[in-house]
């Protein structure tokens, strides 16, 4: 497995050699420090933990100031573990971009852009009432529940908050890497505003198909 932590710097497009012109989305992606390593024998997993982007030490609390002083490595803004097994990578190890490589596919995990308070229209896509004037329902949600068990049934779609929540996009192609300015472009949107923090891992619908054709 793969994986990369990058900040979204926006989208572009990208003209290839037989002049196609691709929408990508730009990551400044990396450099990130392995900060820990947990094994099977002791932690019952296969995990590494990474770091993102240097953080000033008096902005981190005792305990994670100690993590990163155990790890011998600079403190870091952003932490995320990933799992599986890492035989290649110690504590203290540097991960690029340059891991992937033109027309890899790659999964990108991010925080949706945040939407506010939204109807069920907008939200889940419904249709709506009658527009003729004296319906009295032209947005509204009608019915809520059933008789029994006379309660809102947990799930029913409803207005609320919309956006701000994990999203993965799964199959996404790498177009180019840079490795000199640690950039990625990816083709297509990935989730999140500009600036945003975004997880890309080698996708996993990719590594099942490898280990079927290798009968694991």
């Not at 990933?82 to 925080?111: H, Q, T, Y």
């Not at 896509?125 to 527009?131: D, E, L, V, Y």
């Not at 945003?196 to 290798?214: D, F, G, N, P, T």
Request: proline share 6%.
């Amino acid at each position: 497995m793969k994986a990369i932590l990058g900040r979204k710097i926006g989208m572009m497009t990208y003209f290839t050699e037989t002049g196609e012109a691709l929408p990508v989305t730009v990551v400044q992606s990396g450099p990130c420090i392995v900060v820990q390593k947990k094994t099977l024998d002791k932690d019952g997993y296969e995990a590494i933990q990474i770091g993102f982007e240097e953080a000033k030490p008096k902005r981190l609390n005792k305990p994670l100031l100690g993590h990163f002083k155990k790890a011998n490595v600079t403190p870091c803004k952003y932490l995320k573990e990933i799992r599986g097994s890492f035989e290649d990578l110690d504590v203290g190890s540097e991960i690029r971009v340059d891991i992937f490589s033109k027309g890899e596919l790659v999964d990108v995990v991010g925080i949706s852009k945040g939407k506010g308070f939204a109807g069920v229209i907008k939200r889940w896509g419904f249709s709506g009432g009658p527009a003729s004037h004296g319906s009295m329902s032209h947005r509204r949600p009608a019915s809520a529940g059933p008789q029994q068990p006379q309660r809102i049934i947990k799930g029913k779609k409803m207005p609320g908050h919309m956006g701000a929540e994990r999203v993965t996009v799964q199959n996404l192609e790498i177009v180019d890497v840079d490795p000199e300015k640690n950039l990625l472009l990816i083709k297509g949107g990935v989730p999140g505003p500009k600036g945003s923090v975004v997880l890309i891992r080698q996708a996993k619908k990719s590594i099942l198909q490898e280990l079927a054709k290798k009968g694991e």
